[in-house]
C-alpha cells in the first residue's frame, strides 16, 4: 500500500522560509513521478513542482513557484523536500505530496496522496 507523509507546514511571515518534506513508502517499483500540489482556500488544487521520473534530476515547476521554491530528493531515504524561499501571502494553501507512475501536472491524474500539510504566509 502506497503513503506518502507529509511534514513541515507552519506559519511564517512573508519573505521567510519553510521546508516540506513527504516520506514515500509501499511502491514495488523505484520508478515512479513523485511531486507537490497546493489548495488554497476557495480555489482549485494547482501543481507546484514534481520529479517526474526516478532518476531524472531536473524538476519540473509551475510559473508561480519558479526561482523561489527548490524541490530535492533522497532516493535512498525515498523522500522529497520542497524548500520555498521568498514566500508571498498569496503562497497560503494546504501543501499536499502526490505521486504515481506517470507524470502529470493535472491533480486529477494522481492516484496516490498524503494528508496535506498547511502553510501560511502572514504578518
Known amino acids: 500500500q502506497v503513503q506518502l507523509v507529509e511534514s513541515g507546514g507552519g506559519k511564517v511571515q512573508p519573505g521567510g522560509s519553510l521546508r516540506l518534506s513527504c516520506a514515500a513508502s509501499?511502491?514495488?517499483?523505484?520508478?515512479?513521478?513523485i511531486g507537490w500540489f497546493r489548495q488554497a482556500p476557495g480555489k482549485e488544487r494547482e501543481f507546484v513542482s514534481a520529479?517526474?521520473?526516478?532518476?531524472?534530476?531536473?524538476?519540473s515547476y509551475a510559473d508561480s513557484v519558479k526561482g523561489r521554491f527548490v524541490m530535492t530528493r533522497d532516493y535512498v531515504k525515498s523522500e522529497v523536500y520542497l524548500q520555498m524561499s521568498s514566500l508571498k501571502v498569496e503562497d497560503t494553501a494546504v501543501y499536499s505530496c502526490?505521486?504515481?507512475?506517470?507524470?502529470?501536472?493535472?491533480?486529477?491524474?494522481?492516484?496516490?496522496w498524503g494528508q496535506g500539510t498547511q502553510v501560511t504566509v502572514s504578518s
Open positions: 502526490a505521486a504515481d507512475l506517470k507524470f502529470s501536472n493535472d491533480s486529477s491524474a494522481w492516484r496516490y
Open positions: 509501499g511502491f514495488t517499483t523505484d520508478y515512479y513521478a
Open positions: 520529479f517526474p521520473w526516478t532518476g531524472i534530476t531536473s524538476t
